[in-house]
Nanobody, 114 residues
Framework: QVQLVESGGGLVQAGGSLRLSCAAS????????MGWYRQSPGKERELVAR???????TYAASVKGRFTISRDNAKDTVFLQMNSLKPEDTAIYYC????????WGQGTQVTVSS
């Protein structure tokens, strides 16, 4: 049974930082891509950052320079360091891991107050 467990969300003031973590268990194949998406009320889910083996990282333009994605392959864990947070970063953040199939976390709420 595949399980992705996210942690690190919460409430922070604008300009603050949070670090999200997502640890996977039960994925049998080689995980070649890990990423973070987010969804705000009334909006579609959007890519925040993605890291692909052999291909590097991709960031949404709105977070470039403020967010950093990293991974610990040995632990099947992906991180998202979020600095200089803005109210518009408020959303539910979902991690996803891919071994050919996509596996999603349950989501963690990030709220940035002004």
């Amino acid at each position: 049974q595949v399980q992705l467990v996210e942690s690190g969300g919460g409430l922070v003031q604008a300009g603050g930082s949070l670090r999200l973590s997502c640890a996977a268990s039960g994925i049998i194949g080689r995980i070649y891509a890990m990423g973070w998406y987010r969804q705000s009320p009334g909006k579609e889910r959007e890519l925040v950052a993605r890291i692909v083996s052999g291909a590097g990282t991709t960031y949404a333009a709105s977070v470039k320079g403020r967010f950093t994605i990293s991974r610990d392959n040995a632990k099947d864990t992906v991180f998202l360091q979020m600095n200089s947070l803005k109210p518009e970063d408020t959303a539910i953040y979902y991690c996803v891991m891919t071994d050919g199939d996509n596996y999603w976390g349950q989501g963690t709420q990030v709220t940035v107050s002004s």
